[in-house]
């Protein structure tokens, strides 16, 4: 009996950082990003959408169903991706988050499909334009040619620790801690 308690306890704690950690992911958006559009729509069950995406460079595609569960296929080489035809997916029962690279051929062929689960799905997709620019390895040692390493090491900002994994290692050591007293 003791240890039901303890798997439930277990399972309630973990869905609840894995569901503050969703939500504090789904309303942050990069500086980086900029928005081009926001599309709303409704799909029956078993349907596709299609979309067509003409934008160059690093595309962000966020999409949340709103009533249901739509999923998102994408493809550079068809236009109608569908869940045998892709490239990219996203099929959560969440959010879906799909980043396209800017190598993809233009025009992208994007596929919403609506989950038979439902009889029909509502959704809102945000399509942002991801200005950050990828480094590469190489470009990054020829740029550092006859400089200090140190001064490269500077201002590297990955050294930089980002403020949501220390909130998620605080909750995640939290939680660890009460699940060893109940334990011991």
């Known amino acids: 009996m003791a240890a039901a ?14 569901a503050s950690a969703s939500s504090s992911e ?8 900029v928005l081009l559009h926001v599309v709303q729509g409704q799909i029956g069950a078993g349907n596709y959408s299609y979309l067509r995406l003409n934008h160059e460079g690093k595309i962000v ?23 045998d035809d892709y490239e990219l997916q996203s099929v959560t ?4 988050v799909v980043s396209i690279p ?5 025009p992208v062929g994007i596929g919403i499909y609506g989950h038979p689960s439902h009889h029909e799905s ?6 942002y334009f991801d200005r950050s620019v990828e480094r590469s390895p190489f470009a990054e040692a020829a740029a550092s040619d006859g400089r200090d390493p140190g001064h490269r090491h500077a201002q590297a900002p990955e050294d930089a620790p980002p403020e949501e994994e220390s909130v998620l290692w605080t909750i995640l050591i939290s939680i ?6 109940i334990l011991f």
């Open 93 to 96: 029962c969440g959010p879906d």
């Open 5 to 18: 308690w303890k798997r439930a306890l277990l399972v309630l704690l973990a869905s609840q950082v894995a």
């Open 122 to 127: 509502e959704f809102e997709m945000k399509v």
């Open 61 to 83: 595609l966020r999409m949340q169903s709103l009533k249901g569960d739509a999923d998102l296929y994408v493809s550079d080489s068809t236009l109608h991706p569908s869940f």
């Open 26 to 33: 789904e309303d942050e958006v990069p500086g980086e990003w």
């Open 176 to 181: 660890l801690k009460l699940v060893l007293e």
């Open 102 to 106: 800017a190598h993809f051929q233009r």
